[in-house]
């Protein structure tokens, strides 16, 4: 069986790999891309502890056969700082204590951007809602939640629509 | 030990020092690691849940291109049944039955045999061709069907009063006369209650991989709860002395207890001997749900007597929990725990540790704890309303307190539990005003938490800064913890202080992460540390200055002199003595091993708030208060987070999640989308409260505060559930169909 040739946009830069046509985005971005922020939970869609985003719209990797990138644009946890500057969800997880074990943070913090890209106003039940597709076993959400909905509050009072390069 | 006050660091909410790595995607998880000229292995697992393997032919399979290796039982180090070999609470012989079936397979994932092979579509592909000859047997599943007379024995060893049984072990604590004790309680009260099995729930399935030299020479790289388990239960396992094997903790992706013991790395590292290359295994989910974990179901019958102005004078006990298909649940956490928080003059509290055809429990967050507690707890809310009392008000008649004699044997040093209770019944939320089919319940628990052995290493580099090693994986934030402790010792910026978790060649042997232990006993190693290398710097400064190091006090990061000399010298900092070290002596550091003594127990209290739908069944929890006696909160962001986490998870336990098993005794929902655990949209924001008793025998003050917040969680809810609709639920979980079941009558 001959491998398929890729060729897409990750994170902002161009980028090519093969891949056997039954693997999934996650595979590609875990294999040869060497992109291991994004996490294996469950394989079915259910932890999204692989959420990334295609052409801006949130998409569990695992889901996502790896040849579907061909042509389109990629966001990983990889892309989400600027250097050494952290996105300010990243900082603000950090500040809150959001994260305890950190398998879950990866894809919890690229579905908060996505959703603060989409929402840059939400309320804690829009909150809620969007990241019910995130599962976290370590914190009960509390402290994601909180530190959601201050990033967003962060960003609007500083006027940061758009943090990416 | 006099506990510090006024401090800098610790109780602040500090960044943690592996914290850019996980909001980056940078951290190094046990699946993120490759090596050159890797190989990938899967394991081949009985569908059945009882058979005798009377063969296995693995020529096929070898045969196939790209196979590299195959193991089976053949490969493992065999303990034989008549010889208990012990390494921390688990018995090899059980192990070694679990990695892989020997005799007999015994729940349907089972390990069989492995293989390791180019690609993992080939390994997959071998494992098809093994031909493994199964004798079905007859099974059971549940504990009822375990027990019943000419049920399927699991074990022909197995006798329990003399006869083969399923059962494989009884214990009981036992304080007073149980029948004095009832015949003076004007009301008694006893109801049985049963719980599913639940999983852990960790995201990160379990992964590893292995490189194996010529020599033998083993490098593991993997995530658990103790880099020295794995480590000693891998050389156990395959007979390579733990001197060749090099265990490197990876970062973690959540454990609770379900990864204190092994299930891939003796495999790994069979395969990696026999095929000379490194071995990546990595479970699925459904294999995770299959085969590991999850903790007991549970049957549990629970009596409790008093007298009509609500002192509890008499209380019972029986609790009979589910091993799964090897010896070993965890009766201890349910039996003892379960009475703990009442000063009760007549106890008796007996567990039956029960085996089945399905996969080994595993530890799970205060093991055991929970269950009884949900018995425990329930029973005396139905006690405070059939006495009329506040529930809150019945347990702070009861509470437990400095010098009680607990159930379960000890006498308590200063505890604060009778502190929860009174927070809790002073919180605002105990008396905020509830809404139609809503309803509010409170419940109390208790966990022994744990000291054993950790070793640190505290070094000073020569720019002035400190590294800091510790033995134990962190899970929910213990480096940061750690970097607190040390900086306040040392009186400077925390950002100076970097924590690293060692491996097993690189830090003294350390106990697992786990029982609530880890910042009990690494603080205390660490600040052993940290103190003798505060006696070198003062002594080195003495030297300088030519006068008595006991004339030399050490403040803000620096040694100064003290009287009569003060004022003479100006101070030395931390980086001008490690500057100096080379004339002075050599490089400054100092590691403390120790079998830590002095964890307490812990208590909690919590509040519930539920909201019924009578249409659908479900329950919704509307608020939640956790209060907790936390000792001292070194880092109260990450205490606050295991509470709310236990929570969550007790949420869970209570409302939705459980194995079910079809008619062929498998399981039936081994993924996320059927295994139903909370997700965001499901509760509210979790509100805690931080009563800190220092543990007076601890130098920070610390207690473990990880397992309690788990142990009150699901009679809170039940209570509320309750209180909500008038009708008591005596099974979890209380998931819709059930709900609507009992609302409907």
Not at chain 1, 63 to 87: Q, S, V, Y
Not at chain 2, 75 to 80: A, K, Q, R
Not at chain 2, 440 to 461: D, L, P, Y
Not at chain 2, 498 to 509: E, P
Request: charged share 20%.
């Amino acid at each position: 069986m001959t491998k398929l040739h890729v060729s897409t946009t990750i994170n902002g830069e161009p980028a090519e790999f093969l891949c056997e046509p039954y693997d999934t985005m996650l595979d590609a971005l875990r294999g040869p891309l060497g992109l291991t922020g994004s996490k294996e939970g469950c394989a079915s869609g259910d932890c999204g502890a692989c959420s990334i985003t295609l052409d801006d719209r949130l998409v569990c990797s695992c889901l996502m056969l790896a040849a579907e990138a061909e042509g389109h644009e990629l966001r990983t946890i990889e892309g989400m700082a600027h250097g050494d500057k952290l996105h300010p969800l990243q900082q603000k997880f950090l500040e809150m204590a959001a994260l305890q074990c950190g398998i879950c943070t990866s894809g919890m913090l690229v579905a908060s951007d996505a959703l603060l890209q989409k929402n840059p106003r939400p309320s804690e039940e829009e909150v809620r809602f969007w990241l019910a597709g995130n599962l976290c076993r370590c914190t009960g959400y509390d402290k994601i939640v909180r530190a959601v909905l201050e990033t967003a509050t962060d960003m609007r009072e500083q006027g940061i629509r758009e943090f990416r390069q | 030990m006099n506990v510090i006050t006024n401090n800098k660091w610790i109780g602040q909410r500090t960044i943690r020092p592996d914290g850019a790595d996980k909001v980056t995607g940078r951290a190094a998880f046990a699946a993120d690691t490759t090596m050159p000229g890797m190989i990938w292995g899967k394991v081949l697992r009985s569908p059945h849940p009882h058979a005798r393997i009377k063969s296995i032919d693995t020529s096929k399979a070898e045969a196939l291109p790209g196979v590299k290796a195959v193991v089976t039982s053949r490969d493992i180090v065999d303990f034989p049944i008549d010889k208990s070999v012990m390494l921390g609470i688990q018995d090899m012989r059980w192990m070694c039955r679990n990695v892989m079936a020997r005799e007999k397979a015994l729940f349907p994932g089972h390990p069989v045999a492995a293989v390791a092979a180019t690609s993992e579509a080939i390994a997959a592909r071998a494992c098809e061709l093994i031909e493994v000859e199964y004798e079905v047997l007859p099974w059971s599943v549940e504990i009822e069907d375990a027990l019943l007379p000419g049920a399927p024995i699991l074990h022909d060893f197995m006798k329990f009063e003399g006869k083969p049984s399923n059962i494989g072990g009884r214990i009981e604590v036992k304080k007073g006369d149980i029948a004095e004790g009832f015949a003076a309680a004007e009301i008694v009260i006893e109801r049985s209650f049963a719980t599913r099995p639940v999983h852990q729930g960790y995201i990160e399935p379990h992964a590893c991989l292995i490189s194996v030299g010529a020599d033998n020479k083993t490098t593991i790289w993997s995530s658990s709860q103790g880099q020295f388990m794995v480590r000693a239960m891998t050389a156990y396992l395959t007979g390579i002395p733990q001197s060749d094997i090099r265990a490197i903790p990876a970062e973690i992706g959540g454990g609770f207890g379900g990864k204190t013991i092994v299930y891939l790395e003796p495999l790994a590292t069979l395969l990696a001997k026999k095929s000379g290359r490194p071995v990546k295994m990595v479970m699925t989910r459904e294999e995770v749900m299959r085969a590991t974990g999850p903790t007991s179901g549970s049957k549990s019958t629970v009596k409790i007597g008093a007298t009509r102005d609500g002192k509890i004078v008499a209380a019972q006990g029986t609790f009979y929990l589910q091993a799964g298909a090897l010896p070993g649940s965890p009766i201890r956490g349910a039996v003892g725990c379960s009475f703990s928080p009442y000063d009760i003059p007549h106890v008796l509290s007996v567990g039956f540790d029960v085996l089945s055809n399905r996969s080994k429990v595993a530890a799970y967050r205060a093991p055991g704890a929970p269950i009884g507690a949900y018995a425990v707890e329930c029973v005396l809310d139905e006690l405070a309303e059939a006495l009329k009392m506040d529930p809150l008000a019945l347990r702070l008649k009861n509470a437990a307190k400095q010098g009680t004699k607990a159930a379960h044997g000890p006498v308590f040093p200063r505890i604060g539990y009778i502190e929860t209770l009174e927070a809790a019944k002073a919180h605002p939320h105990y008396t905020a005003p509830l809404g139609k089919l809503q309803g509010r319940g409170v419940a109390s628990g208790f966990w022994f938490n744990a000291g054993g052995e950790s070793s640190a290493q505290v070094n000073i580099t020569e720019d002035g800064n400190v590294v800091v090693t510790t033995g134990h994986p962190d899970i929910g934030g213990s480096r940061a913890a750690i970097a607190n402790i040390c900086a306040e010792l040392l009186g400077i910026d925390y950002r100076r202080v970097s924590v690293l978790i060692g491996d097993t060649a690189t830090i003294g042997f350390s106990n697992l992460t786990g029982g609530s232990r880890v910042l009990f006993a690494s603080a205390m190693v660490v600040t052993q540390s940290t103190d003798k290398v505060i006696a070198t710097l003062r002594e080195r400064a003495a030297k300088i200055w030519e006068i008595d190091p006991e004339a030399v006090k050490w403040e803000n990061g620096a040694a100064h002199p003290a009287s009569p000399n003060a004022g003479q010298f100006e101070p030395l900092t931390l980086a001008e003595l490690a500057a100096k070290a080379p004339q002075m002596g050599g490089p400054i550091g100092a590691g403390v091993q120790l079998n830590t003594e002095g964890a307490e127990g812990g208590f909690g209290t919590h509040i519930c708030d539920v909201e019924v739908d009578p249409e659908l069944g479900i329950v919704r929890v509307i608020r939640y208060t956790a209060v907790q006696d936390v000792g001292r909160a070194i880092h109260p962001g990450y205490v606050e987070g295991q509470m709310q986490g236990g929570v969550a998870q007790g949420i869970g336990w209570a409302l939705n999640e459980e194995y079910i098993y079809n008619k062929d005794g498998k399981v039936d929902n081994p993924g996320f989308l059927d295994y139903r655990m909370p997700v965001c949209s499901d509760l509210p924001m979790l509100d805690t409260v931080m009563v800190e008793v220092p543990n007076p025998k601890h130098p920070q003050g610390v207690k473990g505060v990880g397992e309690v917040p788990l142990v009150p969680v699901m009679a809170a809810v039940a209570n509320a559930v309750h209180n909500a609709l008038g009708k008591r639920f005596y099974s979890l979980p209380m998931s819709p169909p059930k709900v609507l079941e009992v609302i409907e009558g």
